[in-house]
Protein backbone atom coordinates (compact mmCIF):
# COMPACT_ATOMS: atom_id res chain seq x y z
CA UNK A 1 0.00 0.00 0.00
CA UNK A 2 0.93 3.25 -1.17
CA UNK A 3 -0.31 6.64 0.36
CA UNK A 4 -0.42 10.08 -2.06
CA UNK A 5 -1.65 13.57 -1.22
CA UNK A 6 -3.96 13.66 -4.33
CA UNK A 7 -6.25 17.43 -3.96
CA UNK A 8 -5.69 18.04 -0.16
CA UNK A 9 -6.98 14.22 0.64
CA UNK A 10 -4.59 11.41 1.40
CA UNK A 11 -4.82 8.67 -0.34
CA UNK A 12 -4.11 4.92 -0.40
CA UNK A 13 -3.56 3.06 -3.42
CA UNK A 14 -2.77 -0.56 -4.57
CA UNK A 15 -0.78 0.20 -7.50
CA UNK A 16 2.68 -1.45 -7.53
CA UNK A 17 5.33 1.31 -7.62
CA UNK A 18 6.35 1.57 -10.83
CA UNK A 19 2.66 2.57 -12.02
CA UNK A 20 2.62 5.75 -13.95
CA UNK A 21 0.56 8.24 -11.74
CA UNK A 22 -1.83 8.64 -14.48
CA UNK A 23 -2.96 4.72 -14.32
CA UNK A 24 -3.44 5.14 -10.43
CA UNK A 25 -5.29 8.43 -10.63
CA UNK A 26 -7.95 7.24 -13.16
CA UNK A 27 -7.82 3.64 -12.03
CA UNK A 28 -7.79 3.63 -8.68
CA UNK A 29 -8.76 7.12 -7.57
CA UNK A 30 -11.73 8.05 -10.30
CA UNK A 31 -9.91 11.23 -11.20
CA UNK A 32 -10.56 11.10 -14.85
CA UNK A 33 -9.72 14.72 -16.28
CA UNK A 34 -5.94 13.93 -16.60
CA UNK A 35 -5.94 11.94 -20.47
CA UNK A 36 -3.99 9.33 -21.80
CA UNK A 37 -2.17 10.89 -25.02
CA UNK A 38 0.82 9.94 -25.87
CA UNK A 39 2.29 7.75 -23.02
CA UNK A 40 5.55 9.02 -23.59
CA UNK A 41 5.02 13.00 -22.01
CA UNK A 42 4.95 14.77 -25.07
CA UNK A 43 1.82 15.56 -25.66
CA UNK A 44 0.59 16.99 -22.26
CA UNK A 45 -2.95 15.51 -22.32
CA UNK A 46 -2.25 13.87 -18.84
CA UNK A 47 -0.44 17.14 -17.08
CA UNK A 48 -0.73 17.35 -13.15
CA UNK A 49 0.85 19.46 -10.84
CA UNK A 50 3.08 18.15 -8.06
CA UNK A 51 4.45 20.37 -5.47
CA UNK A 52 3.53 23.42 -7.41
CA UNK A 53 5.80 21.92 -10.81
CA UNK A 54 3.29 20.84 -13.77
CA UNK A 55 4.63 17.10 -14.86
CA UNK A 56 3.83 14.72 -16.99
CA UNK A 57 1.59 11.77 -15.16
CA UNK A 58 1.70 9.22 -17.86
CA UNK A 59 5.33 8.95 -17.46
CA UNK A 60 6.01 9.61 -13.51
CA UNK A 61 5.88 6.00 -11.49
CA UNK A 62 4.01 6.85 -7.92
CA UNK A 63 7.22 5.48 -6.16
CA UNK A 64 8.56 8.88 -6.58
CA UNK A 65 5.48 10.80 -5.01
CA UNK A 66 5.44 10.04 -1.46
CA UNK A 67 5.14 12.95 0.48
CA UNK A 68 4.27 15.31 -2.22
CA UNK A 69 1.06 17.36 -3.09
CA UNK A 70 -0.44 16.17 -6.10
CA UNK A 71 -3.20 18.13 -7.37
CA UNK A 72 -5.27 17.63 -10.56
CA UNK A 73 -7.97 19.44 -12.33
CA UNK A 74 -10.68 18.39 -10.08
CA UNK A 75 -8.79 19.84 -7.42
CA UNK A 76 -9.31 22.97 -8.53
CA UNK A 77 -13.19 23.31 -8.21
CA UNK A 78 -16.34 21.20 -9.21
CA UNK A 79 -18.97 21.75 -11.47
CA UNK A 80 -21.15 22.89 -9.03
CA UNK A 81 -18.07 25.81 -8.25
CA UNK A 82 -15.33 25.77 -10.40
CA UNK A 83 -11.97 27.75 -9.34
CA UNK A 84 -11.12 30.98 -11.47
CA UNK A 85 -9.60 29.00 -13.94
CA UNK A 86 -12.29 26.77 -14.74
CA UNK A 87 -14.37 29.83 -14.80
CA UNK A 88 -12.41 31.85 -17.54
CA UNK A 89 -12.36 28.89 -19.91
CA UNK A 90 -15.58 28.72 -19.63
CA UNK A 91 -16.14 32.16 -20.30
CA UNK A 92 -14.16 32.48 -22.80
CA UNK A 93 -15.22 29.49 -24.34
CA UNK A 94 -11.63 28.24 -25.02
CA UNK A 95 -12.31 24.35 -25.38
CA UNK A 96 -13.55 22.33 -28.54
CA UNK A 97 -12.25 19.22 -28.25
CA UNK A 98 -11.47 19.13 -24.92
CA UNK A 99 -8.84 16.52 -24.85
CA UNK A 100 -5.75 18.69 -24.27
CA UNK A 101 -7.56 21.11 -22.32
CA UNK A 102 -7.33 19.79 -18.78
CA UNK A 103 -3.53 18.67 -19.40
CA UNK A 104 -3.45 23.35 -20.51
CA UNK A 105 -5.45 24.17 -17.58
CA UNK A 106 -3.36 22.20 -15.25
CA UNK A 107 0.28 24.03 -16.42
CA UNK A 108 -1.46 27.49 -16.20
CA UNK A 109 -2.58 27.16 -12.92
CA UNK A 110 1.03 26.08 -12.09
CA UNK A 111 2.01 28.88 -13.77
CA UNK A 112 -0.39 31.22 -12.51
CA UNK A 113 0.31 29.92 -8.86
CA UNK A 114 3.99 30.72 -9.25
CA UNK A 115 3.37 33.85 -11.65
CA UNK A 116 0.25 35.78 -11.38
CA UNK A 117 1.15 38.41 -13.80
CA UNK A 118 2.70 35.98 -16.60
CA UNK A 119 2.54 37.78 -19.34
CA UNK A 120 1.10 36.48 -23.24
CA UNK A 121 5.23 35.35 -23.94
CA UNK A 122 5.27 33.32 -20.48
CA UNK A 123 1.96 31.86 -21.12
CA UNK A 124 2.75 31.03 -24.26
CA UNK A 125 6.04 29.64 -23.51
CA UNK A 126 4.59 27.48 -20.79
CA UNK A 127 1.75 25.74 -22.81
CA UNK A 128 3.96 25.10 -25.74
CA UNK A 129 4.90 21.56 -24.56
CA UNK A 130 0.90 20.66 -25.03
CA UNK A 131 -0.09 19.12 -28.80
CA UNK A 132 -3.48 20.86 -29.88
CA UNK A 133 -4.98 20.69 -32.75
CA UNK A 134 -8.52 22.59 -32.10
CA UNK A 135 -7.78 25.89 -33.06
CA UNK A 136 -9.12 27.71 -30.22
CA UNK A 137 -5.31 28.88 -28.96
CA UNK A 138 -6.35 32.74 -28.66
CA UNK A 139 -9.09 31.64 -26.74
CA UNK A 140 -6.98 29.85 -24.45
CA UNK A 141 -4.35 32.66 -24.01
CA UNK A 142 -7.57 34.85 -23.42
CA UNK A 143 -9.05 32.06 -20.29
CA UNK A 144 -5.54 32.11 -18.84
CA UNK A 145 -4.87 36.23 -18.86
CA UNK A 146 -8.77 36.34 -17.24
CA UNK A 147 -8.21 33.72 -14.97
CA UNK A 148 -4.86 36.04 -13.87
CA UNK A 149 -6.61 39.09 -13.50
CA UNK A 150 -9.24 37.25 -11.59
CA UNK A 151 -6.74 35.53 -8.87
CA UNK A 152 -4.74 38.81 -8.54
CA UNK A 153 -8.37 40.83 -8.18
CA UNK A 154 -9.34 38.19 -5.31
CA UNK A 155 -5.74 38.92 -3.57
CA UNK A 156 -5.79 42.01 -3.71
CA UNK A 157 -9.44 42.29 -1.99
CA UNK A 158 -7.94 39.87 0.73
CA UNK A 159 -5.05 42.50 1.30
CA UNK A 160 -7.51 45.09 1.89
CA UNK A 161 -9.32 42.50 4.21
CA UNK A 162 -12.82 42.30 2.19
Known amino acids: MT ?3 VNGESRS ?3 SPDTPLLYVLRDELGLNAAKYGCGLGQCGACTVI ?4 AIFSCITPVLVLGGRAITT ?4 GSQATPGPLQQAFIAE ?3 QCGYCIPGMMMRA ?3 LNRDPNA ?5 RAELQPHLCRCGTHMRILRAVRRA ?4 KKKSAEVRAGR
Open 73 to 76: LEGL
Open 93 to 95: QAA
Open 148 to 151: ADEL
Open 13 to 15: IKA
Open 109 to 111: QAL
Open 50 to 53: VDGK
Open 3 to 5: TLT
Open 119 to 123: TDESI
